[in-house]
């Protein structure tokens, strides 16, 4: 693939808009695709977010962030975005039948040899890659929030990725300053395997009354020196995406130790889905 790629991220959610600005400052052309204007203009505002507050840590220098900005478009087009495009990056809704009804749109509008990408958390890349003509040329990318703070990336090798494309995604992550990490397609791959399960369990403690959320983030702080705690984490991933996951644990593999908490069950039915939606655990402004 020649350098620098043009990049189109599909999604303009939390997720998206940060996988769209670790490209655009890896020196990529990034198209953002939503079918809704609102969502772009949000992943827009989150994007000049982002980069402010890099520019007020004194991480990124002024030049850098105003061309990491004018790097990112937004459209509603897919088909136009897509067209010539070298690398696609999926980053929708958790829910199988919406993704695979997308990648069947990007596969009819994409270049054949175009890398082509998954940042799913919950799901398995083999089988969203079933609708693909070119499965060979699909594997996952998963991104950790916050995207433009934390360095790792998962390289996904799903059952038919290649060779060529595996290192070509691992090239991809590097080139824009991350860490490629490569690993099977298992569920929760390697971080959420053992992330989810523990922030899973805080809620189990917490539905037990063993403390209140507060206490239980707190302690996990200043107890085990982590950089906030697993409710606090909880509300950042959104309470939609953790259930997901630990669904998706608990279904792949039956085993009991990944049943979902009643109360991570009952905030998402209520609609309280953490940061993104004002409140999950705690209340945001
Ligand atoms: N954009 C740019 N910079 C950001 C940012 C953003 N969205 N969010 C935080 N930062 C920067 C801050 O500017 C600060 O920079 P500095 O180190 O140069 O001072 C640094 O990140 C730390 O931020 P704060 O000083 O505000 O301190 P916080 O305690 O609020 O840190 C945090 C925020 C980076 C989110 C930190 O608490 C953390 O790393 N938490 C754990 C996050 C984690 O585990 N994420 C993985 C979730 S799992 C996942 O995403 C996978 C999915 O599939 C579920």
């Known amino acids: 693939m020649r350098e620098p790629h043009t990049v189109t991220v599909l999604g303009a959610g939390t997720m998206g808009a ?7 400052s890896g020196g990529h052309a990034v198209t953002v695709v939503d079918r809704q204007p609102e969502a772009l203009e949000r992943c827009g505002a989150t994007i000049d977010a982002s980069l402010e507050r890099l520019l007020r840590k004194g991480s990124i220098a002024t030049e850098a962030a ?13 088909a136009a975005a897509l067209d010539g495009t070298d690398v696609v990056i999926e980053a929708v809704y958790e829910d199988l039948a919406v993704k695979q009804d997308l990648w069947r749109a990007v596969d009819e509008h994409s270049r054949p040899d175009a890398l082509l990408a998954t940042n799913t958390s919950s799901l398995s890349v083999t089988e969203i890659a079933q609708v693909l003509r070119h499965p060979e040329r699909f594997c996952g990318l998963h991104f950790f929030n916050p995207v433009p703070v934390l360095p790792l990336v998962e390289v996904v090798r799903a059952e038919h990725t290649s060779a060529t494309t595996l290192d070509e995604a691992v090239a991809f992550v590097s080139g824009i300053g991350k860490t490629p990490i490569v690993c099977g397609d298992t569920p929760g791959f390697i971080v959420n395997r053992l992330l989810i399960p523990y922030v899973n369990d805080a809620i189990h403690a917490l539905g037990e009354g063993v403390a209140r959320a507060v206490d239980i983030d707190t302690a996990m702080k200043l107890g085990a020196n ?17 259930l997901a996951v630990i669904e998706s644990l608990h279904r792949e593999t039956a085993d009991p130790r990944f049943r979902p908490a009643p109360r991570l069950r009952q905030l998402v039915r209520a609609g309280k889905l953490g940061r993104k939606s004002g409140e999950g655990f705690h209340r945001y402004e």
Do not use: K, Y
């Open 18 to 24: 940060g996988i769209a600005q670790a490209c655009a």
């Open 66 to 78: 105003t061309a990491t900005r004018e790097r990112v478009r937004t459209s509603t087009d897919l």
């Open 226 to 242: 982590l950089p906030m705690g697993p409710l606090a984490l909880a509300d950042l991933i959104g309470l939609d995406v953790t």
